[in-house]
């Protein structure tokens, strides 16, 4: 039978993994006259392309602390996710799971709605921490109520 309370290590390494992955991928992009511009998480590094020229330029935005938080919570998302594979249990780990899920989760409706973000194309990095954030609330939620929802212990 499965044990849920044991299991939820999974899906928090499984959102640590898709958080560290939505990192390296571009967070927004745009297109004007030709030329795209895609900015990575925290807004602090762009890449122009097109009309002849290349060019890495830096910015400045809120979004660091988007940048931060996700960094912070895909952190204890894995050190938390990985001891608990290994056998160590922590009697808090559920509530490293649900504040890095709300964590991620907030931040990212939060970079969504960012006004220096209007009329860009989201990329896949807020989209990958917002499902990592929903993944890590699962782990709270199996890892809290699992063998009450779904029979056992």
């Known amino acids: 039978m499965v044990n849920f309370k044991e299991d939820?290590?999974?899906?928090?390494?499984?959102?640590?993994?898709?958080g560290a992955i939505s990192i390296f991928t571009p967070s927004a992009s745009q297109t004007t006259a030709g030329v795209t511009q895609q900015v990575w998480l925290g807004g602090f590094v762009s890449y122009l392309?097109?009309?002849g020229f290349d060019d890495w330029f830096g910015t400045q935005g809120a979004q660091l602390?988007?940048?931060?938080?996700?960094?912070?919570?895909?952190t204890l998302?894995?050190?938390?996710?990985i001891n608990s594979w290994r056998g160590k249990e922590f009697k808090w780990d559920w509530l490293i799971y649900l504040l890095t899920g709300l964590g991620m989760f907030i931040f990212s409706i939060l970079f969504w709605t960012d006004p220096a973000l209007?009329?860009?194309d989201i990329g896949f990095a807020s989209?990958?921490?917002f499902i990592a954030g929903i993944l890590a609330i699962l782990a709270f939620v199996l890892d809290k109520f699992g063998a009450k929802l779904f029979g056992g212990e």
């Open 77 to 81: 998302l894995m050190v938390y996710s």
């Open 49 to 51: 392309s097109g009309g």
């Open 8 to 18: 939820s290590w999974l899906y928090a390494l499984i959102a640590a993994i898709l």
């Open 118 to 120: 209007e009329d860009v």
């Open 127 to 129: 989209i990958g921490i």
């Open 65 to 74: 602390w988007y940048l931060g938080v996700s960094l912070v919570c895909i």
